[in-house]
């Protein structure tokens, strides 16, 4: 497992644009595959978007697709979730989570692949 320690998130107003960060501890980073999810009040956690552990492949869900991108930076092992156009519906605790996967045909994750999950960070996005 690695150690995710998340920064980023706040309050922003709808169309606004927040940046979420996610920093793994140890040299294996490059081995990894990462995910965002996020989790609203009363809500199941959702599955929010993915990267390959190269960064070539990304996934995300139908909700913020085309205002989201994740990326990821294996040189400070960090990954990253731009949002933009921000919704009221984007509002509650994002997490960051990691799982080993070194292939090179990387597929949609499911949340159950994920077994390292950072502290979570709290996005409130208003009307």
């Known amino acids: 497992q690695v150690q995710l320690v998340q920064s980023g998130g706040g309050s922003v107003q709808a169309g606004g644009s927040l940046r979420l960060s996610c920093g793994a501890s140890?040299?294996?980073?490059?081995?990894?595959?990462m995910g965002w999810f996020r989790q609203a009040p009363g809500k199941e956690r959702e599955f929010v978007a993915a990267?390959?552990?190269?960064?070539?492949?990304?996934y995300y869900a139908d909700s913020v697709k085309g205002r989201f991108t994740i990326s990821r930076d294996n040189g400070k092992n960090t990954v990253y979730v731009q949002m933009n156009s921000l919704k009221p519906e984007d509002t509650g605790m994002y997490y960051c989570?990691?799982?080993?996967?070194?292939?090179?045909?990387?597929?949609?994750?499911?949340?159950?692949?994920?077994?390292?999950w950072g502290q979570g960070t709290q996005v409130t996005v208003s009307s």
């Open positions: 989570a990691a799982h080993r996967y070194y292939g090179d045909n990387y597929q949609r994750p499911n949340a159950g692949d994920f077994d390292s």
């Open positions: 990267i390959d552990r190269r960064g070539g492949r990304t």
């Open positions: 140890g040299r294996t980073f490059g081995g990894y595959a």
